[in-house]
């Protein structure tokens, strides 16, 4: 079962355009996973362009190999629980059982260690243009369904320590939580269940740094965004924060001033990641949900999600172009934010369903009704709407 790590704050959150911040301790410190400004809706974490490597689009695939494989890393899951229990029950003392949690949680570390190594190994492959989009988008599917395996064994040696009462090991379960918290989210869980042949593909937008990925989607009537960047974290570092929640929402007023001036409920909730100086936060508002993770040793949000609905997001004002009888008309809002694409006979206003193309990478096709949402692209480029022999582009800014 993946776990939920999400839990509700009463918290404001207020983005500053300057990349540099002040926590409630005075000590000024360097934003390196800036967190952007949109047009009256949310705001977004996103990575530094000075760390940015590569975009593309892709859409991940059936992979037979992969879905065996996380097949066998879930039964080995559920045979470690059941084989745990038993050794624990069979124990001399707690000392022996405290020695067999270490043992099972030095294996767990050396796991998700070696996952987190997979992505970065990735990114790299990608960055340097050994692995196409598509790829990347299908192999980090196969570690997202890996890290939910690890997941469960996680589940299952936090029972166990909880039990002894071993809070030193309970403490670095939390740390593997959050590190197995940045190996999936809603756009590579959805992606994972492709590999595995149970969903339907989608196209996925997608940025890199060396370490850290954008994933940008439209799922239905919906625009969905995850973000990780692990260099905004630091667990070695002091807790400025140390799990006071209400020095958090000071920093919290920092970011998100649109979420929480229309946010739907702010309660804070359980403080169990602010042992470890991470500090999540959830705000519901008019149009869907943000969810980010504060690291308190940075100051920096190091993981987001974000879901909205379309027919709710604001756009900007509409670019339009016409050749060869067509007419495109987009509707931006923000790199790999959504846009709105719409493609009509010129001389008639009836829809044509076209393809469209982003400076050479399919994205998407306007269908029976001649409009479609699809991601943009940071950057700009050229949209070029195909039907009929006929072509028309539209140059986003």
């Not at 001036?261 to 869907?288: A, C, D, M, Q, T």
Request: charged fraction near 20%; proline fraction near 5%; charge should be negative.
């Amino acid at each position: 079962m993946r776990r939920t790590l999400a839990f509700t704050l009463t918290l404001v959150v207020l983005l500053l355009a300057s990349a540099v911040a002040v926590p409630a301790g005075g000590q000024l410190y360097t934003q390196s996973a800036p967190v952007v400004p949109a047009n009256n809706t949310t705001a977004y974490l996103t990575i530094a362009d000075d760390d940015l490597e590569r975009t593309g689009y892709g859409t991940a695939s059936l992979d037979v190999g992969a879905a065996l494989a996380a097949q066998n890393e879930g039964l080995h899951a559920r045979w470690g629980a059941l084989s745990l229990e038993e050794r624990l029950a069979v124990a001399s003392g707690s000392a022996e059982q405290r020695s067999i949690l270490q043992s099972e949680l030095d294996q767990l570390t050396t796991d998700v260690a070696a996952l987190e190594q997979r992505k970065r190994d990735a990114l790299a492959a990608y960055n340097s243009g050994t692995l196409t989009t598509d790829e990347l988008v299908r192999e980090l599917a196969a570690i997202a369904l890996v890290a939910e395996s690890l997941e469960d064994r996680l589940d299952s040696l936090e029972t166990a320590a909880n039990d002894v009462q071993d809070t030193q090991i309970e403490t670095s379960l939390r740390e593997l939580q959050v590190s197995l918290l940045e190996l999936h989210g809603p756009i590579r869980d959805h992606s994972s269940l492709v590999v595995e042949g149970r969903a339907t593909p989608r196209t996925v937008y997608v940025e890199t740094s060396d370490t850290g990925v954008v994933f940008a989607t439209i799922a239905g009537t919906e625009y969905v965004r995850e973000v990780s960047i692990p260099t905004a974290r630091d667990p070695a570092a002091p807790d400025q924060y140390s799990g006071d929640l209400d020095r958090v929402e000071e920093r919290a007023k920092e970011l998100h001033p649109w979420a929480v001036n229309h946010s739907r409920g702010r309660n804070y909730g359980s403080l169990e990641f602010g042992f470890v100086g991470v500090y999540p936060i959830e705000l519901p508002h008019s149009h869907g949900t943000l969810q980010s993770y504060l690291d308190g040793g940075t100051g920096d949000v190091f993981y987001e999600t974000q879901t909205k609905d379309l027919d709710e997001i604001p756009t900007n004002p509409p670019i339009t172009g016409g050749e060869d009888g067509l007419t495109l008309t987009v509707e931006t809002t923000h790199p790999s934010g959504p846009m709105n694409v719409t493609l009509v006979d010129a001389r008639t206003g009836d829809p044509v369903d076209g393809t469209l193309t982003l400076d050479g990478e399919q994205v998407g096709t306007t269908g029976d009704d001649g409009t479609v949402w699809v991601i943009q692209p940071r950057g700009g480029g050229t949209l070029v709407a195909s039907a009929g022999g006929d072509s028309v582009r539209v140059a986003l800014a």
